[in-house]
């Protein structure tokens, strides 16, 4: 019994299943729709912020290409499903795109100063929304574009929200159990070694550069897939949904985690996207809270919400410690 | 004896500096090889231009025979050209323990989970295996980054001033890790600036002075070269060699 | 086509002052400031409003600028960015939080919509000697020459100028030598600001200000100041006027909206070819 209990909560995969099961009965205990699209937008952007971690927090690079590769993800697969091709094809197709164009990003960043990645993926980001509001077409320009209906596998209507709750719920344990793994093994161990020194990783044999096109790559690939249920979860595409600000957000979000942290990354996941939801009500100043928030969690917490929690558990042995003591 | 790491003509030029000029160096296999000169003599740079972290304007470097001047440096280690640093490269927030593992998993099957440990024990640092490398002492970060680069298997390692900043027990420690690999096989080249140090422990020295190399040879050789006497005059060196 | 070339020109010399104030700061402490177009956009609004609302003479509210945004730079030095010790990650973060801010207060204080500024020397085209011209972008190119000349005086010839290349990232060995590293910075965080700020108000009758525009100027200073070589303050100069050239003469005879793709790709070829840009880098860390 015991050990059933400690690999629910020690391993990954008992801790992903443990969430999936707990996280099933969310449809049925909401109050109303609008808190139902929150809960799957907080599923989403786990996502994509996890794929910022993973080329940010990883592996160290300053990349604000996040926003436009979840663009590219989104308009693929729904150019595709208007065209009438099915839901999976048009999904693993726009998937492919986007992780050739985060390797690609990769590549072209092999030279590591933090300007040239910056300079690269801002590029990247004006060149992909130049494209998006001018090939009108294809994308519908800035007035955006609607998305067909789809079905998944030829049965389930991904309209009900109900159904796409768990759609997403499915994609995005499955994600973030494909970064926590990354974490642990050879390859993410490798990613922080190369962000933490990377001549002392080139001096054991290690190739910094090829690591970082992974990064880079498994990044846009996460990228891709929150992009790609966004738009299914709206129905409906528009340049803005990826702006230059949505890139930033990003960044923020990871920083705010901590950087390379899963644990704190999942917390100021959350945490910002039902935040973000609130403060739409107060768009004069959200912009400049967000502002504030960065840099006061830079100056004064810089560990972010991960060094918060160390220092949490930290006092919380010390204090059993000293209780043991005194007794 | 052959020669495991050899250059030809190596030359370094900076905007008006010469920083190294035409070295012709030479290690033997499975000897210890010191670098030694006064500050400023090119002993970084040089170490530098051997493993590819900086290319050279001049020459050649051959290990094994094989030119190797046009390979990156992840590619020299990987072949058995490998380095340390003057500052420590700990992962730091990785564990003592996860820093060797990751360098035996990248050793393509040469180093094992067993010799990780028994590294571990041999530095002093098992005690310690589940700390973050970043929170070790100075020393004890140089250390690890011998012990990191050691289970690799090398042919060649080359040392940048590892004792500098070591304790005295730090610094034995060291010497058991060198002599360790010199017995597997492994020529050790390191630059100093602990004249002392180098002159008990080298098979064979090369001395620099301003990039150029003014004597070659057995420290015996070295010690009574007047060239290298007249570039430490009034240095360390006479004070080490009393 | 003289129009054209002289728009380019002016445009450029506005980029060149961006990518100045960009360099030097890079420069003086590897700090890469997101807000430097935000600051510009500031100094746009602030010369709109002593211009337009309180009807001062065009020179006063260069100057004005000039002083709040240079002031406003050296703040953001003190609070923000000598604590983290110019790290360039935290450093590039908490700038893109500056950059926030400050395009959210420029909403606030001056509404959402964009400015119009009123042109001051005239935009419609005229002969003057028999070439076509554009008063508004000559003046602005007199002007911006006069500050680009009047900032390469200072550097070489001043003490503090001189004392700024000088401790330009080796404040080591500035500290030795008695110059005050401190002060060098904070002028330089203060004449970076100025130079956005002046560069604001020459831009606001030429573009249509808006506060989102923050964003695209820092690239275009970042980008302009990578071309020159980042931290080289004569290749920023430089590469302002060829990015303002480019951009000009691209949008003039290619469609205006693939504009900024072709500067792109004209700026990737040329970093690809010279990593260091056109005139070198001038710090050489990674």
Redesign the interface.
Same mark, same amino acid.
């Given at each position: 019994m015991d050990k059933i209990r400690r690999w629910f909560l020690e391993t990954v995969e008992g801790r992903t299943l443990f969430a999936f099961i707990v996280l099933l009965i969310v449809p049925w205990i909401v109050p109303n729709a609008y808190t139902l699209n929150v809960s799957i937008l907080i599923l989403i952007f786990l996502i994509c912020d996890m794929g910022q971690n993973i080329v940010m927090g990883y592996s160290?690079q300053?990349s604000v290409a996040g926003a436009a590769l979840m663009g590219i993800g989104a308009y693929t697969a729904a150019i595709l499903v208007n065209e009438g091709l099915p839901f999976e094809v048009s999904v693993i197709a726009a998937l492919l795109l986007s992780s050739l164009l985060g390797c690609l990003l990769g590549i072209l960043t092999f030279?590591? +100063?933090? %300007?040239?990645v910056?300079? $690269?993926t /801002?590029?990247f980001h004006?060149?992909v929304l130049?494209l998006l509001?001018?090939l009108l077409d294809l994308t519908g320009g800035s007035s955006g574009m609607p998305i067909r209906p789809v079905k998944l596998f030829g049965a389930i209507s991904l309209s009900d929200r109900t159904a796409f709750y768990y759609f997403t719920l499915v994609v995005s344990l499955l994600f973030l159990y494909i970064a926590f793994k990354i974490r642990r093994s +050879?390859l993410g161990?490798?990613m922080?070694?190369i962000r933490? %020194?990377e +001549?002392?990783?080139? #001096?054991?044999? $290690?190739?910094?550069v090829k690591y970082r096109v992974i990064a880079m790559t498994l990044g846009s690939l996460f990228s891709g897939v929150a992009g790609i249920l966004l738009g299914f979860l709206t129905g409906f595409l528009a340049p803005t949904m990826f702006s230059? %600000?949505k890139a930033?957000l990003l /960044?923020?979000v990871v920083?705010l985690g901590g950087m390379?942290s899963n644990r704190g990354l999942i917390v100021a996941s959350v945490f910002m996207t039902v935040v973000s939801q609130y403060l739409n009500q107060f768009v004069?100043? #959200?912009?400049?809270i967000?502002?504030?928030? $960065? $840099?006061a969690v830079?100056?004064f917490a810089?560990g972010g919400i991960e060094a918060l929690l160390a220092t949490v558990v930290l006092l919380r042995k010390k204090r059993r410690m000293a209780g043991a003591d005194s007794s | 004896m052959e020669a495991i790491l050899e250059t030809f003509n190596l030359t370094k030029r900076f905007k008006g500096l010469t920083a190294v000029d035409r070295l012709d160096l030479r290690v033997n296999r499975s000897e210890i090889h010191g670098l030694i000169g006064p500050n400023g003599s090119g002993k970084s740079t040089t170490i530098n231009l051997l493993?590819g972290?900086l290319s050279p304007s001049e020459g050649e470097i051959r290990l094994e025979g094989k030119n190797v001047q046009f390979l990156?440096?992840?590619?020299r280690?990987?072949l058995g050209l490998?380095?340390?640093?003057q500052e420590p490269?700990?992962?730091?927030?990785?564990t003592v323990e996860?820093?060797l593992?990751?360098?035996a998993?990248?050793?393509e099957g040469k180093g094992t989970a067993f010799e990780v440990g028994e590294t571990l024990a041999l530095i002093g640092l098992l005690p310690k295996k589940n700390m973050a490398a970043g929170n070790l002492s100075y020393g004890e970060q140089k250390l690890l980054?011998v012990a990191?680069?050691s289970l690799?298997q090398p042919s060649v390692l080359l040392l940048d001033e590892p004792g500098a900043g070591l304790s005295g027990p730090e610094k034995e420690k060291l010497l058991v890790l060198i002599k360790k690999l010199k017995k597997r096989g492994c020529a050790i080249l390191f630059s100093e600036h602990d004249v002392g140090f180098v002159m008990g422990v080298c098979d064979r020295i090369t001395v620099l002075n301003f990039g150029s190399k003014i004597c070659e040879g057995t420290p015996e050789e070295v010690r009574r070269n007047p060239q290298v006497i007249e570039a430490y005059l009034g240095g360390s060196y006479e004070h080490a060699v009393g | 086509m003289s129009v054209v070339i002289i728009s380019g020109i002016s445009i450029g010399i506005i980029y060149g002052l961006i990518a100045f104030g960009f360099s030097l700061v890079y420069r003086m402490t590897g700090v890469?400031n997101f807000a430097q177009g935000d600051l510009l956009v500031i100094g746009g609004l602030v010369g709109y409003t002593s211009y337009v609302i309180w009807n001062l003479s065009f020179a006063s509210s260069l100057l004005i600028s000039a002083l709040v945004v240079g002031l406003l730079m050296v703040l953001i030095e003190r609070l923000?960015l000598r604590?983290?010790k110019y790290r360039?990650?935290?450093c590039?973060?908490?700038t893109?939080?500056?950059?926030?801010?400050l395009?959210?207060?420029a909403?606030?204080i001056w509404g959402k919509g964009g400015f119009s500024f009123p042109t001051v020397f005239g935009d419609i085209a005229k002969e003057v000697m028999g070439i076509r011209i554009v008063p508004q972008d000559v003046a602005v190119l007199v002007i911006g020459i006069a500050i680009v000349l009047s900032l390469s005086w200072f550097m070489s010839k001043t003490k503090p100028g001189i004392a700024m290349r000088a401790s330009a990232g080796d404040s080591e060995m500035a500290l030795l030598t008695g110059i005050n590293v401190y002060r060098s910075n904070t002028l330089a965080f203060f004449i970076s600001g100025m130079l956005s700020g002046i560069a604001g108000v020459l831009m606001a009758p030429i573009t249509f200000l808006t506060a989102t525009l923050g964003?695209s100027m820092a690239?275009v200073g970042?980008?302009a100041a990578?071309l020159g070589g980042?931290g080289n303050l004569v290749g920023a100069v430089v590469g302002g006027l060829v990015l303002g050239t480019v951009e000009v003469l691209a949008g003039t005879y290619l469609t205006a909206?693939?504009r900024?793709?072709i500067v792109?790709a004209f700026?990737?070829a040329v970093?690809i070819l010279k990593?260091s840009g056109l005139f070198g880098d001038a710090r050489g860390d990674?």
């Open positions: 160290g300053l030279r590591v +100063k933090t %300007h040239y910056l300079l $690269i /801002i590029g004006e060149t130049v509001n001018n +050879k161990l490798t922080l070694a933490d %020194h +001549k002392g990783a080139l #001096s054991l044999g $290690i190739n910094a230059m %600000h930033l /960044i923020l920083v390379g004069e100043v #959200s912009m400049m967000y502002g504030a928030v $960065i $840099i830079l100056l810089p | 493993t972290f990156s440096a992840h590619r280690a990987r490998v380095r340390t640093f490269s700990v992962f730091a927030s990785l996860e820093n593992r990751i360098a998993s990248h050793a980054d990191r680069v690799l | 890469l923000a604590p983290v360039v990650i935290p590039v973060v908490i893109m939080g500056i950059s926030f801010i395009q959210n207060t909403q606030l964003t690239i970042f980008v990578l980042l909206s693939y900024l793709l792109y700026l990737s970093l990593p990674s």
